[in-house]
């Protein structure tokens, strides 16, 4: 499944997921962010279990400041629309799984 550019506009929907979410909060200028860019995608493409989304926060400044999102790269999942891990930081792509179990 391909990864969702998630906006204000689609937030909503995506919380709704049956499925847990993974959301990659970056930034196009954040080295870290560019090095979990790929993992995330790979995961989106190998693991159609789960609804991946990226939120680009210079676009999205409400949607971090809902997530209380201080520092990029963040990533956090949703359970049922509501927040079950976040991590602040570059991970590899293991310890990305292991935030989705």
């Known amino acids: 499944m391909a990864v969702i550019n998630v906006t204000n506009d689609n937030i909503e929907e995506i919380k709704k997921s049956d499925k847990k979410v993974l959301l990659d909060f970056f930034a196009t200028w954040c080295g870290p962010c560019q ?25 999205e400044q409400d949607l971090a400041e809902e997530f209380g ?26 310890r990305i799984l292991e935030l989705l179990q």
């Open 69 to 94: 999102v201080m520092s990029i790269p963040t990533l956090v999942v949703l359970k049922d629309g509501e927040i079950v891990t976040k991590h602040v930081g570059a991970l590899s792509k293991a």
């Open 35 to 59: 090095m979990v860019s790929p993992l995330v995608d790979e995961i989106a493409e190998e693991h159609p279990e789960f609804t991946v989304g990226k939120i680009d926060i210079d676009e």
